[in-house]
């Protein structure tokens, strides 16, 4: 069994690109992963989700510990085989989304007490049952159980968070035991505070992780906050580790953190995006949904090879979303996933070549131009 590991190949600034290796496979780093919540990254199949040139998806053990059950997923053999898909899985620990469950949850010492939100079931989530819940899933990437406060929030409340991430750390290095070909990441925490940060990224390299991630971010502060803690924080991990920024985001979140040092990525954005009539381009964001697409012909996106964009126009993209036909779904999904997935790509390519500033730039000019609208409602 190929054991974890990472390795640089380049780097230029702060930028890094890299290749983690895993027992199912390398992942090209920068790398995003798509989201997979519920076993499925919606309106995809799984092999149209690896055609867009992702190396790894996002499982989230809160709603699979809950339907249909770690447990069961077990016994059906593991969630890549659950969900047909070959290459890694990171799994989350669960601790944000039962952050997010306002008065169903209760926070001790011992873990969180909380109240499904499909059934009003109780239900106890703690660092040793967020390990047990991601072995049963088969993850190739675990992360440590952590709380994370929204932001903002006072500096008391923020450093009592951290410290408690910090013990629950320990608990869940101790947890997940020795599981040759499996890899547990721990999460700085520290809000938007560079001495808590400093003290959460000191105790993880004591307890020693297989990677680290600078949580607490993409929470509420925006982005020029994020963006000073990312100023200083991925520094404060180890160089040789990979570093992953948990929920980020929209394209120049992306850039912006890869700039900064961040290997790894996630978000539901691009899928979320795909669902409710808006496509990413070089250009921006294009609401399909808009009038103005009713009769243009050209594609999203002259230079994206999706199949959105090979096959189809913008007037029959936006004839699709109107009339509520599940295909605008699938094909705007795949269309921002494959985008997210080339805009990685030319980062790596950039990092590589010493050109990410000038790529940084052009990715700026595009944007700034904005979308191009059709000859016809041209002035």
């Known amino acids: 069994m190929t054991e974890f590991g990472f390795s640089l190949g380049a780097t230029d600034g702060r930028a890094r690109a890299g290749v983690i290796r895993t027992s199912r496979g390398d992942i090209r780093t ?26 790894i998806l996002l499982g989230n053990t809160y709603h699979l510990m809950l339907r249909p059950t770690a447990e069961r997923i077990a016994r059906l053999g593991g969630l890549h085989r659950f969900m047909n898909w070959e290459k890694p899985i990171l799994t989350d ?3 944000f989304q039962v952050m997010s469950l306002a008065g169903l949850r209760k926070l001790s010492e011992d873990g969180v007490q909380f109240s499904s939100h499909i059934d009003g079931s109780k239900h106890m989530l703690t ?30 409340r923020i450093a009592d968070s951290m410290e ?33 940060r400093g003290e959460s990224a000191e105790k993880l390299i004591e307890i020693g992780f297989d990677g680290y991630a600078v949580g607490g971010l993409a929470v509420g502060e925006g982005q020029e906050a994020m963006f000073e803690v990312l100023d200083y924080a991925p520094d404060m991990l180890p160089t040789d580790k990979p570093r992953y920024l948990m929920g980020v985001g929209k394209p120049d979140d992306i850039v912006g953190a890869v700039k900064r040092g961040i290997d790894m990525m996630d978000c539901v954005l691009p899928s979320r995006s ?19 697409h009713a009769d243009d012909p050209r594609p999203l996106d002259e ?7 090979r ?24 269309h921002n996933l494959h985008y997210y997935q080339a805009l990685m790509e030319d980062m790596r390519r950039a990092i590589h070549a010493g050109a990410f500033v000038e ?16 000859l016809h409602s041209r002035k």
């Not at 790398?31 to 190396?55: C, I, N, Q, R």
């Open 164 to 196: 408690l991430s910090m013990r629950w750390a320990a608990r869940s290095k101790a947890a997940f035991g020795d599981r040759p070909g499996h890899a547990l990441f721990g999460i700085q925490q520290g809000g938007l505070e560079q001495d808590l």
């Open 303 to 309: 230079a994206c090879g999706c199949p959105a964009c």
């Open 30 to 55: 920068p790398a995003f992963m798509p989201v997979g919540t519920a076993a499925t990254v919606k309106a995809m199949l799984p092999e149209s989700v690896a055609a867009t040139g992702a190396d």
């Open 359 to 374: 790529f940084e730039q052009e990715f700026k000019a595009l944007r700034a131009e904005g979308d191009i609208p059709p």
């Open 311 to 334: 096959s189809y126009s913008r007037a029959y993209l936006h004839h699709v979303f109107r009339s509520g036909e599940m295909i605008s779904g699938m094909l705007l999904t795949w």
């Open 93 to 95: 620990s669960g601790g």
């Open 127 to 156: 660092p040793e049952r967020s390990m047990e819940i991601q072995s049963f899933l088969g993850s190739d990437i675990v992360m440590c159980f952590d709380e994370c406060p929204a932001l903002p929030a006072d500096r008391d």
């Open 274 to 292: 795909g669902r409710t009539g808006q496509a990413f381009t070089r250009r921006g964001v294009v609401n399909i949904k808009n009038a103005r």
